[in-house]
């Protein structure tokens, strides 16, 4: 197998989350989703994304956490990624000091409610803030909800850990070469589109896409739009593939 399409999922996300891609990608390579499992690290999930696949070559999709995840599989094998797509993601580690420690107590107050209440009630709790307003009570908010709910405090409390204790990825940006494009909806409150410019400008030759009308949830809110960028990412790294063989 010369080349396989990797899509990685966020924070409590499954195959849901890329459910809308698999049919417009799957005409270019077979398309892998993983399942972290309890993995606690995002060293961890990438050394499980890169055991898992077998292609020589990869082109890597990553939303939000996945995002992270997908800098990290290039980090540990750049001679493998053919190239990136980073939706809705950010770079940098957990910051120091009162910042950072605010993170941490709101993070482990969410997984406090998830096992108190459940995971359905948390993610009531902390979902609104993912969509674009007007989504909110939509089916595609529910679908996120059910996303959640099919989870387990297990699962999150990995995650919530492979986060605080993420790694800084700003060299990663730096070193990056082949062909990357970055998406960002307009109105991402959790990961704003001034961070992917920040992104953009780091790596060399990147193209970014903002989603117009769009919160965090990109690939589940305007699904046509992303499709429309990412099957013009695979044939852009195709045709980068051929013509380098």
């Known amino acids: 197998?010369?080349?396989?399409?990797?899509?990685?999922?966020?924070?409590?996300?499954?195959?849901?989350?890329?459910?809308?891609?698999?049919?417009?990608?799957?005409?270019f390579a077979e398309c892998y989703i993983p399942d972290y499992a309890l993995r606690n690290s995002i060293g961890a999930m990438a050394e499980h994304v890169l055991a898992s696949v077998?292609?020589?070559?990869?082109?890597?999709?990553?939303?939000?956490?996945?995002?992270?995840?997908?800098?990290e599989v290039f980090r540990r094998a750049p001679e493998r990624i053919a190239?990136?797509?980073?939706?809705?993601?950010?770079?940098?580690?957990r910051a120091a000091g009162e910042s950072g420690e605010h993170e941490r107590m709101q993070r482990f107050g969410l997984l406090s409610l998830a096992r108190e209440n459940g995971?359905?009630?948390?993610?009531?709790?902390?979902?609104p803030g993912m969509v674009h307003p007007d989504r909110l009570g939509s089916d595609v908010y529910r679908s996120i909800l059910e996303m959640i709910e099919r989870s387990t405090p297990e699962k999150f409390e990995a995650q919530i850990c492979a986060l605080l204790d993420r790694p800084d990825a700003t060299g990663v940006l730096d070193e990056i070469r082949c062909p990357t494009t970055l998406v960002c909806g307009r109105e991402d409150r959790w990961s704003p589109l001034a961070r992917h410019e920040e992104m953009h400008t780091r790596i060399q030759g990147s193209r970014l896409h903002a989603i117009e009308q769009c919160g965090h949830m990109s690939t589940m809110e305007r699904p046509n739009h992303v499709n429309e960028v990412l099957v013009d990412w695979a044939r852009w790294s195709i045709s980068k593939e051929t013509a380098n063989a």
């Open 83 to 93: 190239s990136l797509a980073l939706l809705d993601t950010g770079y940098q580690a």
């Open 1 to 27: 197998m010369a080349i396989q399409i990797v899509l990685l999922p966020g924070l409590l996300c499954d195959e849901a989350v890329w459910s809308d891609q698999l049919p417009a990608l799957s005409q």
């Open 119 to 127: 995971m359905r009630a948390m993610g009531e709790q902390w979902s």
């Open 54 to 71: 077998h292609a020589k070559r990869l082109l890597v999709a990553g939303h939000s956490m996945g995002g992270r995840v997908a800098l």
